[in-house]
Antibody, heavy 116, light 107 residues
Framework: EVQLVESGGGLVQPGRSLKLSCVAS????????MNWIRQAPGKGLEWVAY????????YYAETVKGRFTISRDNAKNTLYLQMTSLRSEDTALYYC?????????WGQGVMVTVSS | DIQMTQSPASLSASLEEIVTITCQAS??????LSWYQQKPGKSPQLLIH???SLADGVPSRFSGSRSGTQYSLKINRLQVEDTGIYYC?????????FGSGTKLEIK
Protein backbone atom coordinates (compact mmCIF):
# COMPACT_ATOMS: atom_id res chain seq x y z
CA GLU A 1 0.00 0.00 0.00
CA VAL A 2 1.32 3.38 -1.01
CA GLN A 3 1.68 5.76 1.92
CA LEU A 4 2.91 9.31 2.13
CA VAL A 5 3.25 10.79 5.60
CA GLU A 6 4.10 14.45 6.08
CA SER A 7 5.54 15.99 9.23
CA GLY A 8 7.35 19.06 10.47
CA GLY A 9 4.56 21.58 10.42
CA GLY A 10 3.62 23.99 13.16
CA LEU A 11 3.29 27.60 14.20
CA VAL A 12 6.14 29.85 13.07
CA GLN A 13 6.70 33.59 13.11
CA PRO A 14 6.87 35.59 9.89
CA GLY A 15 10.37 35.64 8.47
CA ARG A 16 11.39 32.40 10.14
CA SER A 17 12.08 29.00 8.60
CA LEU A 18 10.56 25.55 8.73
CA LYS A 19 11.38 22.22 7.09
CA LEU A 20 8.72 19.73 6.10
CA SER A 21 9.29 16.04 5.50
CA CYS A 22 7.30 13.43 3.64
CA VAL A 23 8.17 9.78 4.21
CA ALA A 24 7.12 7.42 1.44
CA SER A 25 6.42 3.72 1.65
CA UNK A 26 4.77 0.99 -0.40
CA UNK A 27 6.54 1.86 -3.65
CA UNK A 28 10.02 2.43 -5.04
CA UNK A 29 10.44 6.06 -4.05
CA UNK A 30 13.52 6.61 -6.21
CA UNK A 31 11.51 5.86 -9.37
CA UNK A 32 9.06 8.73 -9.00
CA UNK A 33 9.04 12.48 -9.15
CA MET A 34 7.36 14.15 -6.20
CA ASN A 35 5.43 17.34 -5.55
CA TRP A 36 4.44 19.63 -2.74
CA ILE A 37 0.93 21.06 -3.00
CA ARG A 38 -0.70 23.37 -0.49
CA GLN A 39 -4.15 24.52 0.50
CA ALA A 40 -4.75 27.67 2.49
CA PRO A 41 -7.63 27.48 4.98
CA GLY A 42 -10.92 27.54 3.11
CA LYS A 43 -9.17 27.95 -0.24
CA GLY A 44 -8.32 25.86 -3.26
CA LEU A 45 -5.29 23.79 -4.13
CA GLU A 46 -2.00 25.35 -5.17
CA TRP A 47 0.98 23.48 -6.54
CA VAL A 48 4.21 24.52 -4.80
CA ALA A 49 7.16 22.53 -6.15
CA TYR A 50 8.27 19.46 -8.08
CA UNK A 51 11.42 17.36 -7.98
CA UNK A 52 12.26 14.59 -10.41
CA UNK A 53 13.20 11.10 -9.29
CA UNK A 54 16.93 11.77 -9.40
CA UNK A 55 16.67 15.44 -8.39
CA UNK A 56 17.81 16.58 -11.84
CA UNK A 57 14.70 18.63 -12.51
CA UNK A 58 13.23 21.01 -9.98
CA TYR A 59 10.43 23.52 -10.49
CA TYR A 60 8.79 26.03 -8.18
CA ALA A 61 5.68 28.14 -8.16
CA GLU A 62 6.47 31.82 -8.59
CA THR A 63 4.96 32.51 -5.17
CA VAL A 64 7.68 30.51 -3.40
CA LYS A 65 10.63 30.72 -5.78
CA GLY A 66 13.76 31.89 -3.97
CA ARG A 67 12.29 31.14 -0.55
CA PHE A 68 11.46 27.41 -0.66
CA THR A 69 13.76 24.53 -1.55
CA ILE A 70 12.54 21.07 -2.47
CA SER A 71 14.89 18.14 -2.02
CA ARG A 72 14.85 14.41 -1.49
CA ASP A 73 16.87 11.60 0.02
CA ASN A 74 16.14 8.44 -1.93
CA ALA A 75 18.06 6.31 0.56
CA LYS A 76 15.66 7.46 3.27
CA ASN A 77 12.54 7.47 1.06
CA THR A 78 11.98 11.04 2.15
CA LEU A 79 10.96 14.25 0.42
CA TYR A 80 11.67 17.63 1.98
CA LEU A 81 10.54 21.21 1.69
CA GLN A 82 12.77 23.80 3.29
CA MET A 83 10.78 26.98 3.75
CA THR A 84 12.50 30.26 4.57
CA SER A 85 11.34 33.87 4.89
CA LEU A 86 7.88 32.62 5.68
CA ARG A 87 4.93 34.93 5.19
CA SER A 88 1.39 34.90 6.49
CA GLU A 89 0.21 33.90 3.02
CA ASP A 90 2.22 30.68 3.31
CA THR A 91 -0.21 29.50 5.99
CA ALA A 92 -1.67 26.31 4.57
CA LEU A 93 -2.01 22.57 4.73
CA TYR A 94 0.94 21.16 2.81
CA TYR A 95 0.55 17.88 0.95
CA CYS A 96 3.16 15.76 -0.75
CA UNK A 97 1.93 13.95 -3.85
CA UNK A 98 3.51 11.39 -6.12
CA UNK A 99 4.06 12.34 -9.75
CA UNK A 100 2.72 9.72 -12.12
CA UNK A 101 0.12 9.41 -14.88
CA UNK A 102 -2.72 9.51 -12.40
CA UNK A 103 -1.66 11.75 -9.52
CA UNK A 104 -3.57 9.41 -7.23
CA UNK A 105 -1.35 9.35 -4.17
CA TRP A 106 -1.33 12.22 -1.73
CA GLY A 107 -0.37 12.42 1.91
CA GLN A 108 -2.77 13.49 4.63
CA GLY A 109 -1.15 16.92 4.84
CA VAL A 110 0.72 18.88 7.48
CA MET A 111 -0.38 22.29 8.71
CA VAL A 112 1.91 25.30 8.61
CA THR A 113 0.73 28.46 10.35
CA VAL A 114 2.72 31.64 9.94
CA SER A 115 1.76 34.17 12.56
CA SER A 116 3.29 36.41 15.17
CA ASP B 1 1.22 28.95 -17.35
CA ILE B 2 -1.80 26.85 -18.25
CA GLN B 3 -5.02 28.21 -16.78
CA MET B 4 -7.81 25.85 -15.77
CA THR B 5 -11.18 27.60 -15.70
CA GLN B 6 -13.62 25.52 -13.68
CA SER B 7 -17.37 25.99 -13.56
CA PRO B 8 -19.70 26.28 -11.84
CA ALA B 9 -18.25 27.50 -8.55
CA SER B 10 -21.12 25.93 -6.68
CA LEU B 11 -23.91 23.57 -7.44
CA SER B 12 -26.97 22.43 -5.57
CA ALA B 13 -28.73 19.39 -6.96
CA SER B 14 -31.27 16.80 -5.92
CA LEU B 15 -30.71 13.15 -5.23
CA GLU B 16 -30.63 11.00 -8.36
CA GLU B 17 -30.03 14.08 -10.50
CA ILE B 18 -27.27 14.26 -13.10
CA VAL B 19 -24.64 16.96 -12.60
CA THR B 20 -21.78 18.11 -14.78
CA ILE B 21 -18.70 20.11 -13.84
CA THR B 22 -16.35 21.47 -16.48
CA CYS B 23 -12.76 22.64 -16.72
CA GLN B 24 -11.53 24.63 -19.66
CA ALA B 25 -7.80 24.51 -20.28
CA SER B 26 -6.14 27.58 -21.77
CA UNK B 27 -4.10 25.38 -24.10
CA UNK B 28 -3.74 21.78 -25.14
CA UNK B 29 -3.03 19.48 -22.21
CA UNK B 30 -3.80 16.21 -23.93
CA UNK B 31 -5.29 13.77 -21.47
CA UNK B 32 -3.15 14.95 -18.54
CA LEU B 33 -6.22 15.82 -16.52
CA SER B 34 -7.40 14.38 -13.22
CA TRP B 35 -10.57 15.01 -11.22
CA TYR B 36 -10.71 14.93 -7.42
CA GLN B 37 -13.33 15.01 -4.70
CA GLN B 38 -12.39 16.60 -1.41
CA LYS B 39 -14.36 16.31 1.79
CA PRO B 40 -13.75 18.49 4.88
CA GLY B 41 -10.53 17.63 6.66
CA LYS B 42 -9.51 15.08 4.05
CA SER B 43 -6.99 14.90 1.23
CA PRO B 44 -8.34 15.11 -2.31
CA GLN B 45 -9.46 11.71 -3.56
CA LEU B 46 -8.87 10.78 -7.19
CA LEU B 47 -12.01 10.12 -9.19
CA ILE B 48 -10.90 10.28 -12.81
CA HIS B 49 -7.43 10.18 -14.37
CA UNK B 50 -6.23 10.58 -17.92
CA UNK B 51 -9.36 12.67 -18.53
CA UNK B 52 -11.69 9.71 -18.93
CA SER B 53 -10.43 6.77 -16.85
CA LEU B 54 -12.26 5.87 -13.67
CA ALA B 55 -9.93 5.47 -10.68
CA ASP B 56 -9.98 2.20 -8.79
CA GLY B 57 -12.85 1.87 -6.35
CA VAL B 58 -14.74 4.90 -7.64
CA PRO B 59 -18.44 4.30 -8.35
CA SER B 60 -19.35 3.99 -12.01
CA ARG B 61 -21.81 6.88 -11.73
CA PHE B 62 -18.74 9.12 -12.09
CA SER B 63 -17.40 9.65 -15.58
CA GLY B 64 -15.03 11.97 -17.37
CA SER B 65 -15.02 13.26 -20.91
CA ARG B 66 -12.99 15.54 -23.13
CA SER B 67 -13.85 17.78 -26.05
CA GLY B 68 -10.78 19.56 -27.28
CA THR B 69 -9.52 21.58 -24.33
CA GLN B 70 -12.76 21.27 -22.37
CA TYR B 71 -12.97 18.54 -19.78
CA SER B 72 -16.08 17.44 -17.96
CA LEU B 73 -16.90 15.41 -14.88
CA LYS B 74 -20.38 13.92 -14.87
CA ILE B 75 -22.10 12.41 -11.90
CA ASN B 76 -25.10 10.26 -12.67
CA ARG B 77 -27.78 9.55 -10.04
CA LEU B 78 -26.39 11.92 -7.43
CA GLN B 79 -26.04 10.42 -3.95
CA VAL B 80 -25.77 12.05 -0.52
CA GLU B 81 -22.13 10.97 -0.22
CA ASP B 82 -21.23 12.93 -3.35
CA THR B 83 -21.26 16.23 -1.46
CA GLY B 84 -17.90 17.90 -1.35
CA ILE B 85 -15.63 20.10 -3.39
CA TYR B 86 -14.46 18.93 -6.79
CA TYR B 87 -11.22 19.99 -8.44
CA CYS B 88 -9.59 19.38 -11.76
CA UNK B 89 -5.81 19.22 -12.11
CA UNK B 90 -3.70 19.54 -15.22
CA UNK B 91 -0.33 17.81 -14.98
CA UNK B 92 0.71 18.26 -18.59
CA UNK B 93 3.36 20.80 -17.69
CA UNK B 94 4.78 22.73 -14.78
CA UNK B 95 3.45 24.64 -13.05
CA UNK B 96 0.71 22.16 -12.35
CA UNK B 97 -2.55 24.02 -12.13
CA PHE B 98 -5.87 23.28 -10.50
CA GLY B 99 -9.33 24.47 -11.24
CA SER B 100 -10.79 26.77 -8.62
CA GLY B 101 -13.15 24.11 -7.32
CA THR B 102 -16.86 23.34 -7.44
CA LYS B 103 -18.78 23.00 -4.20
CA LEU B 104 -21.50 20.41 -4.62
CA GLU B 105 -24.41 20.28 -2.22
CA ILE B 106 -27.53 18.17 -2.12
CA LYS B 107 -30.86 20.00 -2.06
Amino acid sequence: EVQLVESGGGLVQPGRSLKLSCVASGFTFSNYGMNWIRQAPGKGLEWVAYISSGSSYIYYAETVKGRFTISRDNAKNTLYLQMTSLRSEDTALYYCARHDNNYEYWGQGVMVTVSS
Amino acid sequence: DIQMTQSPASLSASLEEIVTITCQASQDIGNYLSWYQQKPGKSPQLLIHSATSLADGVPSRFSGSRSGTQYSLKINRLQVEDTGIYYCLQHYSAPLTFGSGTKLEIK
